[in-house]
C-alpha cells in the first residue's frame, strides 16, 4: 500500500529545496569557471613538474619508491592547492600570479636537488626556504607564508633525500618560521638584513641542537654543519634586498620602503600636482590623514592608504580649474556648460589619472586608489541639474549616464580611501563646523556609500565600518578644533585684526599640511 500520496506538500519546503538546488547549480557553474579550469590545469602541471625534479638523477629508485613520491607530491599539491584556494582567492583569479609561484617553487626545489649532488650537508636548502618564505612574505602576508613554507619545506626535505630527512626538515621550517614572524613590512632598507640575522641564528642553534640531540659527539663538524645552516639564511638576504625592486614588479606589490619613497614630496607626480592642482593636493593630504588613522583602527595597511590618498585626485591636473577646490573666485567654469558636459568632465579625471599614473609607472597597488576612490556613485549635483534643466517637457536622464564608471573598491584600504575622500569633501563644504556636524556628515556619508552598494566587493564588516567611521569623527574633529578670538590691538583696525587671524589660520593650516 503506498501511504506516499498521503504526506502533506508543503510550499516552505518546496520553495527550500528550490533554493537549495539553485545554490548547487551555482556552485557547479563556479566551478567550471574559466578561473577554476585554469587553476586546476596549473595544479596538474605543478604536480607533473614537481614529481620530475624529486624524481630525476636518481638512477636506483625502486618503482615501490617512485610511486610512494607520486603520492607524497600529490597529497602535498593537494593540500597546499586548497590552502591557497581558502586563503588566497586572487591567485586563483590571477593565473599569472600561481604561475610566478609555481616557477618560484620548482626552481627552488630544483636548486635543491642540484646541490644535493654536489655537497653531503644540504645547508643549501635552508637558504633556499628562506628565499621562498621571504619573497611569500612580501607579496602577500605572514599567515599564507608561513602555511606555504610548510608545503614547501615537506617538497625540498624529499629533493634531499627521498627517504626524508626529519633534521633537514626542522632546520628549514624553523628558518622559515622566524623569517615570517620578523616580516611584518620591509619599510627599511635594514629591514631584510636584520631578518636575515636573526634567522641565521635560530638557523644555527636548531642544526647545533638536534645534532647533540641525535648524539653527534664531534663538535667540530657539528659547528661546521651548524655555522653553513646559519649562514645561507644570511646569505639570501644579502641577495634579496638587491633583488628586492625586480620582485616588486614581478608580483605587482609595493613594500612599505617603497610607500615611504613614493610619499616624498619631491616625487615628480606630486610635485606636478602642487603646482598645477593646488587645491587638490591639500585635499589629498588630509584624505590621506584621515584615511591613514581609518586603516589603522582595523589593523589594516595605513602606509598603503595614506598614500594612495596622495595620488588618488591626479588626473585633476589635465583640468584643475573645473574642480572647485582649485577654483579662485565665484565664477565657476561649469556655469557655461550643459551638466552632461560637466559630467564627462568631471568623470573623466578618473580616467586621466589612469593614464598619467602609467605614464609615470606609478605601482598597481597605487593605481587601485586611482581606479576605486569613486567607484560607481552619482555625480549628484550635475544629475540633479540636468533634471531640472530636462522639467516636465522632456524625460528625466538616466541615472546610469551620470554615474562613474568605476570599478568599486575591492580591498579594504581602497574603500576607507573612498569613504574619507567623500568624507573630507562633505565636512569642508559645511558653513560651520561642530563636531556634532562632522559626526552627522560621516555617518551619512558612509550609510549612503553602504545602501549604493559601493562596499560590496571588499568584504568590510559591519564592526569595521563602525570603527573607521570613529576613527574619521576624531581625526575631522581633532583637524577642525575650536580657536581662541585674540585680543583686538588699540591701534587695529577690524580689518588689520582679521587679516592678522586669517594669516595665522593660513600659518597654522601649512604647519598641519607638512606634518
Known sequence: MNFGVFKKHSPRRAQVRKNIAADRAAKR?????????????????????????????????????????????????????FYVYNYQQRIVQKPIRAVAIIILLITLIAIVKAFSFVFEEPFFATGTAATFTIIIAIAYDQRFAIGMSVFYCLLATFAVSLAGDMRIFLIMASTSYACCVLLREVRTREKLLQVGAIAAVVAFITSLSIDFLTNQNKPTEVLTRAFLHGMAPMAVSIILQGLLPYLERVFGIATSMTLVEYSDANQELLKKLAMEAPGTFSHSLMVGSIAEAAAEAIGRNGLLCRVGAYYHDIGKTNKPYYFVENQVGSTSKHDDLSPAMSQLIITGHVKDGKEIAKEYKLPAVLRQFIETHHGTTLVEYFYDQAKKKAGDKEPAPAESEYRYIGPRPRTKEAAIVMLADAIESAVRSLQEITPAKIEA??????????????????????RELARVQASMIKTLTAHYHGRIVYPQQPD????????????????????????
Open 492 to 515: 587695529q583696525t577690524p580689518e588689520t585684526e582679521q587679516n592678522i587671524q586669517d594669516e595665522k589660520t593660513e600659518n597654522s593650516r601649512a604647519n598641519s599640511t607638512k606634518t
Open 441 to 462: 556628515v560621516i555617518r551619512n556619508v558612509a550609510m549612503k556609500r553602504l545602501q549604493d552598494g559601493q562596499l560590496n566587493e571588499c568584504d568590510m564588516t559591519f
Open 29 to 81: 557553474k563556479k566551478s567550471l569557471s574559466p578561473h577554476s579550469v585554469n587553476s586546476a590545469l596549473l595544479w596538474m602541471l605543478f604536480v607533473a613538474l614537481s614529481i620530475l625534479v624529486l624524481t630525476i638523477g636518481d638512477k636506483q629508485i625502486t618503482v615501490l619508491q617512485a610511486v610512494s613520491i607520486v603520492v607524497i607530491a600529490i597529497f602535498v599539491s593537494i593540500a597546499g592547492g
